[in-house]
């Protein structure tokens, strides 16, 4: 296990769909959007739409939410034999999903233009592999780009009930994991290392590590609770397959895979704890945000005698795993920052002009 997963209990029905939505679609492979998204990302750290511009222009055509005159030619619909038409429908969805189309749009087409300007290639086997990992985090967001087998004929149901309460298509999607493909490719292309990140990560993978297995609660009540099991005698694996609110990692009796001190994935405080004590020790109640942990050493292991010039591609494939999501965040924030864009339409306008006032 993962100790990154210390921090994601898992979770179930709706809200696990909720949070796991993002990830999928707007960001697990990040891209750095700013959107509306409060209680959609795993890790609930995702950005805030800016605050809204006061638009005081009269030219300014509000979205006809009522009805009105419509000639045949524009009506697509009937309700009791009043015509709906495609203005009215158009405008709906201008003022409601616009906008945050509009810039998938913008991202994309200036990522294929910035692909082409720099001679790198994406084919349809890299939006196939962009899916895939998309799909991958879908069903273990640790582990997107990893190899680990998952049930893609499950996954994909989930997809299509995340789709479903989003209100997105199946084309939308595509659009954004075609986008990621082309940010992706134009990061890996350009991403350099230098000396000291290859020497710091080095230390963490090959250094003096630890591994423990841990518990996770809810509360300092139950953590209290289950530190007198463990006095007790009782047996820490067995402990926390059944009382870790940790649904991915308790089920495996709580164990992490081996950390440095100053692994970026592990709570400071939690790595602290796990060096000081020695192999066999279980610590008191850690407090880390609002989770407790009781960590138990499973065993300690020296620094590796290979030197970094023997690992340098294993070196170089974690940093590339590490830095490419947020190379991509501040790539899709460039693009989209520096595009020249004009609305014509004036719903469109309206609203583009409240997320990003000043851009127009």
Request: aromatic fraction near 6%; include cysteine.
């Amino acid at each position: 296990m993962n100790p990154a997963e210390i921090l994601q209990p898992e979770l179930r029905g709706f809200a696990r769909i909720a949070c796991l939505a993002l990830v999928c679609l707007f960001a697990g492979t990040g891209c750095g959007e700013k959107r509306d998204t409060s209680g959609n990302s795993v890790t609930g750290a995702w950005r805030d739409r800016p605050p809204k511009a006061k638009t005081t222009s009269s030219t300014t055509r509000a979205p006809d939410l009522t009805g009105g005159a419509s000639d045949s030619a524009d009506t697509i619909a009937f309700v009791n034999g009043t015509p709906i038409s495609r203005s009215r429908v158009v405008d709906l969805l201008m003022a409601g999903h616009g906008v945050g189309i509009l810039e998938q749009i913008v991202v994309l087409e200036r990522a294929k233009a910035l692909a082409t300007e720099q001679g790198v290639k994406v084919t349809q086997a890299d939006i196939d592999a962009e899916f895939d990992r998309s799909l991958r985090s879908l069903a273990s967001p640790l582990h997107a780009a990893g190899n680990e087998s998952f049930d893609r004929d499950e996954t994909e149901r989930i997809l299509d009930e995340v789709l479903a309460r989003r209100n997105v298509s199946r084309a939308e999607c595509m659009a954004m994991v075609t986008r990621n493909a082309y940010l992706r490719a134009i990061c890996n292309a350009n991403i350099t290392f230098t000396d000291e990140q290859f020497a710091e990560e080095y230390q963490r993978a090959f250094g003096p590590r630890v591994q423990v297995r841990h518990i996770q609660l809810a509360s300092l009540s139950e953590a209290e609770h289950v530190a007198g099991l463990l006095e007790t005698g009782g047996d820490f694996a067995t402990i926390a397959e059944g009382y870790s609110a940790n649904l991915r990692t308790g089920p495996a009796g709580g164990l992490l895979r081996p950390f440095a001190i100053d692994d970026p994935d592990v709570p400071r405080a939690l790595a602290q704890a796990a060096f000081k004590l020695g192999e066999g020790q279980i610590s008191d109640p850690i407090r880390d945000g609002e989770w407790y942990h009781i960590i138990r050493v499973e065993r300690h292991l020296p620094a590796d005698s290979r030197t970094i010039n023997q690992v340098k591609g294993e070196l170089e494939r974690r940093l590339r795993d590490r830095l490419i999501e947020p190379a991509m965040q501040t790539l899709y924030r460039s693009l989209f920052e520096q595009a020249d864009i004009r609305v014509t339409d004036p719903v469109l306008a309206e609203e583009f002009a409240k997320k990003h006032p000043g851009r127009q």
